[in-house]
């Protein structure tokens, strides 16, 4: 079984477009997160959600919009897609919230290629 | 200085070498140390944490050094399949909680 699963993998759309990614775990952790890596390969944290609320929102555009219906999934919505937004999307997470060692499990990426 | 720097390599050894790989971090009040292994073209996973008095897992050793802000991982005996990315993880607290920052990876490649 898949802990945490992307879909779709890989996604490719033109500027100006609205597009979601979707993200699920089951592994019943309480915390999920939205990373972005870039063609540099520099993995960066965008948002993460604990119990369904936004605890951490670093400085991404308002364009970018996580959703969590339920515990178990943690939604990127993107709007007005821009070239700058292609990059791997992974969406990982980790059993809690807090500052102590705790390993985060990734999913396996969403590949987005905006022309 | 840069929250956590790696040098990126790419390391090129031959199978059965010792390679050593450093880390640096900004935050003095960072509690939390890591090391991820990302393949390419795919997701990072956990390798390791790095515990304050050092730490081995088979061919693995991590060592930190608080004192300097610096990690390190030593890979003995390397194999071709330990080919990947090695990324240095540390969390900074305050601000966003539990806030893991990722270095940009040194690159490992194993040759015959």
Redesign the interface.
Known sequence: DTAVSQTPKYLVTQMGNDKSIKCEQNLGHD?MYWYKQDS??????MF?YNNKEL??N?TVPNRFSPKSPDKAHLNLHINSLELGDSAVY?CASSPE????????Y????TRLTVT | RKEVEQDPGPFNVPEGATVAFNCTYSNSASQSFFWYRQDCRKEPKLLMSVYSSGNEDGRFTAQLNRASQYISLLIRDSKLSDSATYLCVVNFPGGSQGNLIFGKGTKLSVKP
């Open positions: 915390t540099k390969k520099f993995l960066k944290i993460s605890i951490i670093e992974f919230r807090t500052m102590s060692s705790y390993e985060q990734f999913g396996p990426g």
